[in-house]
């Protein structure tokens, strides 16, 4: 079950975010973002090339709505 939750600042391609985590134990991947966070940044995933694409200027407006 989930540990506990807690709000952690993340960075992709050198994008500063921040979100809410929920800590749970043994899991097979170290860090997985849900759809909501995907959803929220505006994350892209891009099979084609194996990437994922972040808006920096929408990741600067989040951030600052946010404060």
Same mark, same amino acid.
């Given at each position: 079950?989930?540990d #506990?939750? +807690? /709000?952690?600042?993340f960075?992709? &391609? =050198?994008? /500063?975010? #921040? =979100?809410e985590?929920m +800590?749970?134990?043994?899991l097979?991947?170290e860090? @997985?973002?849900?759809?909501?966070t995907l959803?929220?940044w /505006? @994350? !892209?995933?891009?099979f084609e090339?194996d990437?994922?694409?972040? =808006?920096p $200027?929408?990741? !600067?407006? @989040?951030? $600052? &709505?946010? $404060?």
């Amino acid at each position: 079950g989930i540990d #506990s939750v +807690v /709000r952690l600042d993340f960075y992709i &391609n =050198d994008v /500063r975010m #921040s =979100d809410e985590f929920m +800590v749970v134990q043994n899991l097979s991947e170290e860090v @997985i973002l849900g759809v909501t966070t995907l959803q929220k940044w /505006r @994350i !892209k995933l891009d099979f084609e090339h194996d990437t994922v694409v972040v =808006d920096p $200027k929408v990741a !600067k407006a @989040i951030l $600052k &709505n946010m $404060k």
